[in-house]
């Protein structure tokens, strides 16, 4: 019974080995090969991550400066709006995880394109406050700059914050809340620490996935950023108009490590916050 | 206690409003007269949608976004409810981790798994063609799948089984007979679910397509050239076809989150 149960699960199990396993160890032995007279020799040697790590240092210090606020920003969001949902707006609630649901399904581009005609010079809130004699020129530190990134990145990553937060509350009831307060977590802040200690899987998982999505992204630098640059920016041209497998694949590598390392930090500094 | 309600459910009309009206405005602006996306709209007009019917790539590029998401509905959704219900019958510990495990590829930045994909493909001497995108797509879209199946799997009444085998049905036959009907909607469902994802993908479509198009890559080509309003138009009938996907989904398996 139990070895045909397995059986079932092996076409999956299929798929996953053979279009994942498979090629990441074949991506990561590219990171320690070299590349000669344009083409691939095999070879054993670090150089590759030295020069990721040295040639690339600035690079991957704006990714992350840009990436960490928004893994945080995007996960306080997505916590206050499962709270409400959850708890605060009653029937309403359902339909703000309805929204969440559709915005999550639909259009990774467009949302990038979205923003980009919003935000831009001759956009959507610079002609609306134009129109109305709210300003005379238009906002310039809107689109190609920081902000406008970290809103970009914020409204996609939204309800992909929202779905796991929200799951982890459906597990915890108002009686429970309630009863929280009456045990004696008087303060506002062991109540709201005990609260946030029961969503711990969700908040974790919702800042796991917008700190990796956002640091590995190149799209929305690219069409939002102007000047600013992702460390995927310098990755994808390495696979198309300049070859360097080895190098785009070391420099990957090192990007994972580091938002793995955030990651191992921020869930033990969690552990620390637990006040049981 | 009034004051602190209305202000919950004004944030949460906020932010809803903050959530759904970016693409509210994508749809907005593809049906108006001026060529840049600005206020205040002076009138409508359907000829950026002539200009994109118009547009000699549009056809084949919609018909590859059709072919890959159909395709990669089909061999998910099989391949995904047959582990879901493996999984189901499995200990919930074995299940979570399995679960876990598949879904990695659903966290990693799309960049990497298309250049990690390419390179495979290009090594193993693989032509990159439609083929390539759909068999990548199956990667993000089978957990998908197994999630939401497993989800309906777990609440299943074996005893229903029990009695046709009881009866004398063969294990197939109640597979075929009982089995499929309870749980033909939640297939369904997921299966929709991965059109939604599989078409709206462009990361990973654009590493491992080779020479074709799919709307999103042909969007982004011109995303890059200009802000036209002929970008809207396509990037609305992409939402249309991942939102209403999307939403006879939800509808379909009363999935909520």
């Known amino acids: 019974m139990k070895n045909r149960s397995f059986l079932l699960v092996t076409p999956a199990i299929a798929v996953f080995s053979l279009l994942f396993v498979l090629p990441f160890i074949y991506f990561f032995l590219i990171s320690l090969w070299k590349i000669k007279f344009f083409k691939l020799v095999r070879d054993f040697n670090l150089v590759n991550y030295e020069k990721a790590i040295f040639n690339y240092i600035e690079i991957f210090i704006t990714t992350y400066s840009v990436s960490i606020p928004v893994a945080i920003i995007t996960t ?115 109540h709201f620490m005990l609260f946030f200690q029961r969503c711990r899987t969700g908040v974790l998982a919702s800042f796991v996935f917008c700190l990796l999505i956002t640091s590995g992204d190149y799209i929305t630098p ?44 921020v869930s033990f500094l969690f552990k620390l916050t637990d006040p049981k | ?84 219900i493996g999984l189901s019958k499995l200990p919930t510990k074995t299940a979570s981790i399995t679960l876990a495990i598949i879904s990695i590829p659903i966290m990693l930045p799309p960049l990497v798994l298309g250049i990690a994909l390419l390179s495979f493909y290009v090594s193993i001497g693989m032509k990159l063609g439609l083929h390539t995108v759909i068999i990548s797509h199956l990667l993000f879209t089978q957990p998908f799948v197994i999630l939401v199946v497993y989800a309906r799997m777990v609440t299943f009444d074996y005893s229903v089984i029990d009695s046709a085998r009881d009866l004398g049905a063969s294990p197939f036959k109640a597979f075929i007979t009982i089995t499929i009907p309870i749980i033909q909607p939640v297939v ?42 002929s970008v809207n138009a396509i990037g609305t009938i992409i939402l249309l076809m991942t939102i209403s996907s999307s939403i006879i989904a939800l509808w379909i398996t009363r999935y909520r989150g």
Request: proline share 3%; net charge positive; glycine share 8%.
């Open chain 2, 188 to 229: 369904i469902g997921a299966a929709l679910l991965a059109v939604a994802l599989s078409v709206d993908d462009f990361i990973i479509t654009f590493f491992t397509i080779g020479a074709g198009n799919t709307l999103p890559t042909l969007v982004f080509g011109m995303m890059r050239t200009s802000l036209r309003p």
């Open chain 1, 222 to 265: 690219y069409l939002i950023g102007g000047k600013i640059t992702f460390i995927g920016n310098m990755i994808a041209p390495k696979f198309g108009q300049f070859f360097d497998w080895p190098g785009g694949s070391a420099m990957s590598f090192t990007m994972l490590v580091i938002s793995i390392s955030i990651i191992l930090i």
């Open chain 1, 76 to 190: 306080v969001i997505g916590f206050y709006y499962s709270y409400l949902a959850r708890f605060k707006t009653g029937k309403f609630g359902s339909l703000m995880i309805f929204i969440a649901l559709i915005t999550l399904f639909g259009g990774y581009l467009m949302k990038i394109y979205a923003w980009k005609t919003i935000l831009g010079n001759e956009g959507i809130i610079n002609s609306i406050l134009i129109y109305f004699h709210i300003i005379k020129e238009p906002l310039s530190f809107l689109l190609y700059t920081k902000h406008g990134l970290v809103i970009t990145f914020v409204h996609f990553l939204l309800p992909f914050s929202i779905l796991p937060t929200y799951a982890a509350m459906r597990g915890v009831n108002e009686i429970e809340l309630d009863s929280m307060k009456d045990l004696g977590a008087k303060f506002y802040h062991v």
């Open chain 2, 1 to 84: 206690m009034i004051i602190n309600k209305s202000i919950s459910i004004i944030f949460a009309i906020l932010l809803s409003f903050f959530l759904i009206s970016p693409i509210f405005l994508v749809v907005l602006f593809a049906f108006t007269d001026r060529a840049l996306a600005t206020f205040p709209i002076n009138s409508f007009s359907l000829k950026w949608w002539i200009e994109i019917f118009n547009h000699r790539q549009f056809a084949s590029c919609f018909f590859n976004s059709v072919i890959i998401g159909l395709s990669v509905a089909f061999v998910s959704s099989i391949t995904g409810t047959m582990a879901a």
